[in-house]
């Protein structure tokens, strides 16, 4: 078995991505099944807040959350996709007292999004001004289809 890992470790650094799979390997994968459920549910009574990242990854004691999107990046992640992950964080933060950031993966790639002072202001004022109501309505009509909010803003 070590020589098996000492080949796929040796593939690894010729491909050019050893850091990834030690990284990886050292850390444990919270699947469905690991909990018997159907996905890991994060909530937060504290700011009303519920959410089930795609994964969570653990590795020691930081919680990491995986977001797995089907389209393309266009280059940078998505404004929404980033307030997801970073709502997912919040909840992280709100159970366990600390929070590291996640990443968002593409079709076309994956972005780390860090989880900081600025971070953390960015998504709990979102999450205020949603609850406020204020910036409900948006001028793409289309939007308003798959809105889990439109029963709120009257479209």
Known sequence: MDILKEVIAAILVASGIMALYLWYSRTERLRSSDLGGSGIVLRSERFG????????LRRGHSYIPVEYKSYRS??????????????????????TGHASGGRIVYTDGTFQIDWNRQSRDYIVGIINEMRSGRNAMTADRWKCKRCEFSSYCGR
């Open 74 to 95: 266009g280059g940078r992640p998505g404004d929404w996709d980033v307030a997801q992950l970073l709502a997912y964080c919040l909840l992280i933060e709100d159970a």
């Open 49 to 56: 807040l519920s959410g089930k990242p795609d994964v969570l």
